[in-house]
């Protein structure tokens, strides 16, 4: 039996897209039956930078680029989360416990038309502009705490 406690956590970049209303972007996951949505995140490759990973999982994940968005902040500190016991060798090669992010809060520039799930990295089915206060609600259990304290770090810059 492993002990995944010793497993390291994945690094990782993730994006707050809001929009000029004040909504965010969330997507529902391809790889699930169930309501899982999610934020555009993903693994920071090998000698890029989380700003960049950030920018370029964004444009993997929604078809938006860098020239349709606005830095607006990084958070303070990493996010981290761990996967549910069950998830652990089922989610990258069974290497990590989780992930550790770095978040972004980025305002989006462009038009609804802009956004494209349907990428080469397609990783989401269906996707929204949430309000902040039911965020939390669409996210599955074990992410919950990490986007409630995105919210609560990001929430009054939306």
């Not at 993730?14 to 391809?30: E, I, K, P, T, Y």
């Not at 555009?40 to 990973?53: N, S, V």
Request: glycine share 12%; net charge negative.
């Amino acid at each position: 039996m492993i002990d995944h406690s010793k497993l390291p956590y994945r690094p990782c970049a993730g994006v707050m897209l809001a929009n000029r209303d004040g909504r965010v972007f969330v997507g529902q996951r391809l790889d699930t039956s169930s309501e899982a949505w999610q934020m555009p995140q993903g693994g920071i490759d090998d000698g890029e930078d989380a700003e960049t990973a950030a920018i370029r999982e964004l444009g993997e994940e929604t078809g938006v680029h860098g020239g349709l968005v606005e830095i607006i902040a990084r958070s303070r500190e990493e996010y981290f989360y761990d996967l549910p016991d069950h998830l652990i060798g089922k989610m990258w090669g069974g290497k990590y416990r989780g992930q550790r992010q770095h978040w972004f809060l980025m305002r989006f520039m462009g038009e609804d038309g802009d956004v494209n799930i349907h990428t080469d990295h397609q990783e989401f089915r269906a996707w929204k502009w949430a309000e902040l206060d039911e965020i939390e609600k669409l996210i599955v259990p074990f992410k919950r705490a990490l986007y409630r304290g995105l919210v609560e770090e990001f929430g009054p810059l939306v």
